[in-house]
């Protein structure tokens, strides 16, 4: 199994694979405060995030913005937290698209 710190509280993360768009994707889970996160290594540079914020518009009315929330949701957060848990929704854009879904 593979392992990483965590980068919320430095403590031992497991890794586990996840199905999306027909990908499988490495994320790492917390085993002490739950953080769920992607490797270093698959995160995109500061200019490759920027273009791909500017193409969509956080907005439940934009389809494919609800859809990637959802997809993102079904994946990464119903699998493993308990209908009623708390989740943080830091730094998803200017409206809680987000929270609100969850």
Known sequence: MRKADCRLCSRPAFGFYAEAAGSRILYYRCATCGY??????????????????????????????????????????IPFYPSGSDILDFGSGPKPCLAELL
């Open 36 to 77: 769920v996160f992607k490797p270093r290594s698959a995160l995109p540079t500061k200019a490759m995030a920027k273009a791909r914020y500017l193409e969509h518009n956080n907005s439940l009315d934009d389809t494919g913005y609800r859809a990637y929330l959802e997809t993102f949701i079904d994946t990464t957060s």
